[in-house]
T-cell receptor, first 117, second 113 residues
Framework: GAVVSQHPSRVICKSGTSVKIECRSL??????MFWYRQFPKKSLMLMAT?????????EQGVEKDKFLINHASLTLSTLTVTSAHPEDSSFYIC?????????????FGPGTRLLVL | AQSVTQLGSHVSVSEGALVLLRCNYS??????LFWYVQYPNQGLQLLLK??????LVKGINGFEAEFKKSETSFHLTKPSAHMSDAAEYFC???????????FGTGTRLKVLA
C-alpha cells in the first residue's frame, strides 16, 4: 500500500515553455502532498506543501508564480513549471501523506527529471 | 528550529561488513525520525521510522536504527552489507507541529566486493 506515482518520469522542454508534472496517490487519499526539488548529489529541498482544496504553502525563496501547484482532488496534485529556463532543470519529487496515519509518514513518488534546453 | 546532521557524505564498506550511517538531530519537541533510501534516478523508499514507541526500530532489508534521546541520535545499522545496499540514504525529522520533513544532506553508501 501507499503507492505514489509521478508523470512524466522524464521531460525535456525548450526554454520559455511550461511543463506540468502530475503526482498521484494510487491507493490512498492524500489531503497533503509535498513537492521537493533535488539538485545533483544533493539533498531534497522542500518547495511547497499542497493541501487539497486550498492554496499551496510555499517555502521561503520559492517563486509561487513560477511553480504553480494545484491539488484539485484527494489523489492528484500537479506542479507546473512556467516559462521554464535551464536553471529549472532538476529532479522533482512529490510525496503524499495518508491522513489516517498519525506517524506523519510521507510516501514518495519516483521523481521527474526535467531538462530545459 | 529542527535540523538533521548526517556525518559522512560517503561511506564505503566491504560486502558482509557492518553498515553504520550516522544521523543526529536537534529538536525542541519529541520528534518523528525517518530513514529513507534512494537508488539512482528514483524516488525515496521508506526504510524505517521512529514514532515514540520502541527505541530500537527494525526496518526493511535488514536495517535497524536506535533512537537515543540523550545523544540526539538515530543511527542506521545493518549487520552485513550486501552489494544491493549501495545507494543514497537520507535521515529526516519532522518539523515540530507540522508534517514537514527536514532532511539531512544524505550519505552515499558504497559496498565493495
Amino acid at each position: 500500500g501507499a503507492v505514489v506515482s509521478q508523470h512524466p518520469s522524464r521531460v525535456i522542454c525548450k526554454s520559455g515553455t511550461s511543463v506540468k508534472i502530475e503526482c498521484r496517490s494510487l491507493d490512498f487519499q492524500a489531503t497533503t502532498m509535498f513537492w521537493y526539488r533535488q539538485f545533483p548529489k544533493k539533498s531534497l529541498m522542500l518547495m511547497a506543501t499542497s493541501n487539497e482544496g486550498s492554496k499551496a504553502t510555499y517555502e521561503q525563496g520559492v517563486e509561487k508564480d513560477k511553480f504553480l501547484i494545484n491539488h484539485a482532488s484527494l489523489t492528484l496534485s500537479t506542479l507546473t513549471v512556467t516559462s521554464a529556463h535551464p536553471e529549472d532543470s532538476s529532479f522533482y519529487i512529490c510525496s503524499a501523506r495518508p491522513p489516517a496515519r498519525s506517524e506523519e509518514t510521507q510516501y514518495f513518488g519516483p521523481g521527474t527529471r526535467l531538462l530545459v534546453l | 528550529a529542527q535540523s538533521v546532521t548526517q556525518l559522512g557524505s560517503h561511506v564505503s564498506v566491504s560486502e558482509g561488513a557492518l553498515v553504520l550511517l550516522r544521523c543526529n538531530y536537534s529538536s525542541s519537541v519529541p520528534p518523528y525520525l525517518f530513514w529513507y533510501v534512494q537508488y539512482p534516478n528514483q524516488g525515496l523508499q521508506l526504510l524505517l521510522k521512529y514514532t515514540s514507541a520502541a527505541t530500537l526500530v527494525k526496518g526493511i532489508n535488514g536495517f535497524e536504527a536506535e533512537f537515543k534521546k540523550s545523544e540526539t541520535s538515530f543511527h542506521l545499522t545493518k549487520p552485513s552489507a550486501h552489494m544491493s545496499d549501495a545507494a543514497e540514504y537520507f535521515c529526516a525529522v519532522t518539523e515540530g507541529g507540522t508534517y514537514k520533513y527536514i532532511f539531512g544532506t544524505g550519505t552515499r553508501l558504497k559496498v565493495l566486493a
